[in-house]
């Protein structure tokens, strides 16, 4: 009779684990290509000078990447949340700084990397314009995060060249 009891405890137990694991929206492959970037970190500049500080937590059921960021500029802090669309099949991030300025990045992971980019816009000189940002998950642990403007196809200038290394 104990080990009907027990049985069947555990079954219920299994049935509950199973049925909370189905109902995760976010845990899947897709949903943890991003997940390398998740930590809290001291970011450098390419000359070694400290850049900032970054927290990364997954948030909302794992569905999205949150960032907070905190500039080693004076006053300077963003944030963004990353999550994967099941809609357009790729990751977006859509960023917000207490300067008011906004970014909306689309893409996927490539490899080690992450890629996303905004929609390309025509600039004031009527040039066309968009920036891409990638992140490099690098083999030691480190991530680095290169921020490029790509005018006209081909001039490609570096807004932001962070190393990332973790303080946890």
């Known amino acids: 009779m104990k080990k009907v009891l027990l049985l069947l405890v555990l079954a219920v137990f299994s049935a509950q684990l199973t049925a909370q694991n189905s109902t995760c929206q976010c845990c899947t ?3 943890s290509e991003f997940d ?3 930590g809290t ?3 450098t500049n390419p000359d070694g000078s400290k850049a900032g500080e ?3 937590k997954k948030v909302q059921d794992g569905c999205v990447l ?5 500039s080693a500029t004076p006053s300077f802090t963003g944030t963004s ?4 669309n099941y809609k357009t099949r790729q990751w977006e991030q859509i960023w917000i700084d207490n300067q008011g300025q906004t970014l909306h990045l689309k893409g996927s992971k490539v490899g080690n990397q992450m890629i996303l980019q905004t929609d390309e816009e025509t600039n004031s000189e009527g040039k066309i314009t968009y920036h ?3 992140w490099t998950d690098n083999e030691n642990g480190t991530v680095r995060q290169l921020w490029e403007t790509i005018t006209d196809v081909k001039n490609v200038t570096v807004a932001f060249d962070g190393l990332y ?3 946890d």
């Open 54 to 56: 970054n927290t990364i």
């Open 66 to 70: 949150q960032e907070n960021w905190t």
């Open 132 to 134: 891409r940002v990638t």
């Open 41 to 43: 970190w001291e970011v």
């Open 165 to 167: 290394k973790r303080k």
């Open 36 to 38: 390398f970037w998740v």
């Open 29 to 31: 492959e897709k949903h």
């Open 81 to 84: 949340n990353n999550f994967y």
